[in-house]
């Protein structure tokens, strides 16, 4: 999608600004991507972390940018709960609402702003909820899986992420809890630090209610989960879906 910006205008235009706000919880290889884009394309990526402070959000770089759940952490302990699949405040504090307090602060009213977001053609379920159509253009313009595929493998770098199907598994927070059950537990036996900073999460029991100490009630806590993927056992459906995570939900 920003290539497409890119192209279609000779660059980046005046009134456009393009922004990354990280969680804390990405994987290195996003962050390589996305610096990536910025050189190679020669574009200026504005990085933002949610901070909770005045103002709640700050600027960061490649080099200064959060990769411990500082961003993610500072929002739970504000919110004294956990997010959890029917309260799913992280994205829209962390992410949604981060980038719109920065671009207010550089002068920019709510209603001149437009977010664009990069679902595909081939997502009509997530594009069926978003009623301006002109936010999702690559559904527009027809593009799907394949194109984007094909895209990437003509440009000099991509996504460093494991990608199967034209799905990665490792995107987005590492282990967020929208994430089908076996996949999670598959990432912990990959890689068994995954789970620390999350068991430590749930370990803080911040809410009154003990629903409301977990990410996820109906399943086991992470720290569950690690033991289990030391463990080698199987605990979920390996054909569990994931619950879609994005700024339309």
């Known amino acids: 999608m920003l290539w497409r910006v890119l192209q279609s205008n000779g660059g980046l235009p005046a009134e456009a600004i393009v922004c990354f706000a990280n969680t804390g919880k990405e ?55 956990l997010p959890n699949p029917v309260t799913r405040f992280c994205t829209v504090e962390l992410k949604i609402r981060s980038i719109h307090k920065y671009l207010k602060s550089l002068g920019w009213a709510h209603n001149e702003s437009m977010d664009w977001v990069g679902m595909r053609a081939d997502e009509q379920r997530r594009a069926a909820k978003i009623a301006d159509k002109s936010r999702i253009p690559l559904v527009t313009a027809g593009i799907t899986k394949s194109d984007i595929s094909a895209f990437w493998k003509s440009q000099p770098f991509d996504l460093g992420l494991p990608n199967m199907n034209g799905v990665t598994m490792h995107g987005n927070c590492d282990l ?74």
């Not at 610096?35 to 960061?60: G, T």
């Not at 076996?182 to 029991?205: G, H, N």
Request: proline share 5%; aromatic share 14%.
């Open 27 to 81: 994987d290195e290889a996003t962050f390589k991507f996305v610096q990536d884009c910025s050189e190679k394309w020669n574009v200026e990526i504005h990085w933002v972390e949610f901070q909770n402070a005045n103002p709640a959000f700050k600027r960061v770089t490649f080099e200064t940018a959060s990769r411990n759940g500082e961003p993610f952490e500072a929002l739970i302990r504000k919110r004294n709960y």
């Open 176 to 249: 967020c809890f929208l994430k089908g059950g076996a996949q999670v537990l598959s990432l912990i036996a990959e890689k068994p630090e995954r789970a620390i900073w999350w068991a430590k999460m749930e370990a803080l029991a911040l809410a009154s209610k003990p629903s409301g100490a977990v990410f996820r009630s109906d399943r086991p806590s992470y720290a569950q989960m690690a033991s289990f993927a030391v463990d080698q056992r199987d605990m979920f459906d390996p054909n569990e879906e994931a619950i879609a995570c994005f700024c339309g939900d």
